[in-house]
């Protein structure tokens, strides 16, 4: 069954991030998104937790849009490695780095 997706209209008035700056998001790949049949932007439901995301980095660490990119892509990583640590039993007493 496919995903349901979400117009930039409504991944704007979810988020309150101006569709422009949106499309912005989306042409640095900050945000994914794929074009509909119509050649319109479709987004996944996540895209507004997404868009908080760089949001927050983009204010509350005053990253430019090129190092959230960086800090989004280590995030993941470090998310990935996480998931595979817990996968193989591995335990440390340290907390999880995100």
């Known amino acids: 069954m496919p995903v349901p997706r979400l117009s930039l209209q409504t991944v704007a ?21 794929e074009r509909d ?19 927050r980095l983009r204010t509350g660490l005053c990253l430019n849009y090129a190092s959230i990119g960086l800090v989004l892509d280590l995030l993941d990583r470090i998310s990935l490695l996480e998931a595979a640590l817990r996968r193989a039993g591995t335990r440390s007493g340290t907390p999880p780095w995100t």
């Open 13 to 33: 008035r979810l988020s309150g991030v101006h569709p422009d700056l949106i499309r912005r998001f989306v042409a640095l790949g900050l945000v994914e998104a």
């Open 37 to 55: 049949a119509s050649g319109e932007l479709a987004f996944e439901p996540t895209a507004p937790a997404a868009l908080a995301r760089v949001q």
